[in-house]
């Protein structure tokens, strides 16, 4: 929890009673897992407003170490831009330093990671010497054919990590977004050659994860082909089980 002193003051009656919300919820450790388009990205915004979570998404954190040269982004970008994975080490790193900030102690949402079986190892390992445990990892589940249209219509705007698409959620004004009215953008991979790479490795590489979360009996399945709000209330229903 950050000083209330740096909170602007028309901010403070909304910051001190998302503090009073806050307070009484419950620590939640969270995983979202499924295939590029599935939806991860657009709940994950909700669920870290509805459960006071801090979110991490790995593939944020690495387009802006990309867009800012850092050695991170170097190494990153060629495996980035032909969809296939970073290495485990350069991943299992960020989310290392990242569960440690303050801002996670309530718990937190990961998404895009653990994307492989050692990243889940290592996860747990993690977690294990902080005394903490994965509750629930969340399966968007759906078909490929759905993804390339959900793809190659996305906009985003790449400082908030606020997604578009041009068919099934527009911006207010097309181009621009909702809130800071800077303008969005297309990502690099989010074409269909890329993505079928990138589909590649969530089924060679990222599926047997699910299978290691069910193992351990805490996965739930999600229908990700329904709307958005659909998917958003069986979400709901899931975590308040
Ligand atoms: P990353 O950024 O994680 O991409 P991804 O997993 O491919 O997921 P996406 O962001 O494409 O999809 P999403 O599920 O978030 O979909 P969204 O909600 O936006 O990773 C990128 C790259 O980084 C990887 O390829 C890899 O190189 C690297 N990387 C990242 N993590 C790594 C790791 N752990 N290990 C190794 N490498 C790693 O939705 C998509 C579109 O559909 C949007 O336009 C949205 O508006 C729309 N939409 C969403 N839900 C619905 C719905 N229910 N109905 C209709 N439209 C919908």
Not at 15 to 34: D, F, H, S, T
Not at 162 to 172: E, L, V
Not at 207 to 223: A, G, M, T
Request: hydrophobic fraction near 40%; glycine fraction near 8%.
């Amino acid at each position: 929890m950050g000083e209330l002193a740096n909170v602007p003051v028309e901010d403070l009656m909304g910051e001190l009673m998302r503090r009073m919300r806050c307070a009484a919820k419950p620590e939640k450790r969270l995983i979202l897992i499924g295939p590029p388009g599935s939806g991860k990205g657009t709940q994950s915004p909700i669920i870290e407003e509805n459960y006071c979570l801090c979110h991490l998404a790995t593939g944020d954190i690495l387009r802006a170490a990309v867009a800012a040269k850092t050695p991170l982004g170097i190494q990153a970008k060629e495996a980035m831009d032909k969809g296939e994975l970073v290495s485990d080490d350069l991943v299992v790193g960020i989310i290392d330093e990242a569960i440690k900030k303050p801002a996670c102690d309530k718990g937190f949402v990961l998404d895009g990671f653990p994307r492989t079986v050692v990243q889940a190892e290592k996860l747990d390992a993690m977690l294990e010497s902080q005394g903490n445990k994965i509750d629930k990892v969340l399966n968007f589940g759906i078909a490929d054919a759905i993804l390339e249209e959900r793809i190659t219509g996305r906009w985003i705007h790449p400082a908030s990590g606020r997604s578009y698409h041009a068919k099934f959620a527009p911006p207010k004004v097309s181009g621009v977004d909702d809130v800071t009215g800077e303008p969005l953008i297309q990502r690099k991979d989010d074409n269909a050659a890329v993505l079928k790479s990138r589909l590649e490795a969530f089924h060679r590489q990222t599926e047997p994860v699910i299978d290691y979360y069910e193992k351990r009996k805490v996965v739930s399945n999600l229908h990700a082909e329904k709307p958005p709000s659909q998917v958003t209330e069986e979400v709901h229903s899931v975590l308040s089980a």
